[in-house]
């Protein structure tokens, strides 16, 4: 599951910042999400160290009974333009340019093989706690998009404006065994999207 709306009104690139927290609209995504799973077999939920991942878990701990679990492993990916404000002369000043010279590398370091790797281990081990049942992981767009590229063998470079990622968008793996079987994508909150503000957050 990639987090809720995140309140961020004066649009920072926050990406692993603390004190970045849903917003009202965030929290309802997260609501919406966990009555989704209400009937779900849920052995276990994960989420990433940053607050926006446990904010948006809450809800489907709370009607299950389940004790978070932290993985760095499903955190957002490092970003050198952090703490900045979202404006696209970023991309065009000449000290940005080094940043930008491999398109097969993100901008802030972590290649997209080394985040593929990082989250498929977090998916391996969670599956083998749950096995036979189901486990959510809370993470972040690029992320949840990078590993689902990896699952359907396509390219890991690509256009960012064209993740199927939504916010609390559902990308669900499913195990039959070790192997993985299906790759599945869905918007339980889709209804609430026209409400919700561009943010460059992830």
Known sequence: MRHGEVDNPHKILYGR?????????????????????????????????????????????????????VDPRVIEAGNKFEGRRFRKRLLLEPRRWWWLRDPTKPTWGEHYRAIGKRMMAAIEDARDHARGREVLVVSHQLPIWTIRSVLEQRPLWHDPRRRECNLASLTSVTFVGDEIVDVTYSEPAAHLYAHAAKTPGA
């Open 17 to 69: 910042l603390p004190d970045y927290h849903l917003s009202p609209l965030g929290r309802e995504m997260a609501e919406v999400v966990g009555e989704h799973l209400a009937d779900a077999d849920l052995a276990l939920v994960v989420h990433s160290p940053l607050e926006r991942t446990a904010e948006t878990a809450a809800p489907t701990l709370a009607r299950h009974g389940l004790t978070a679990v």
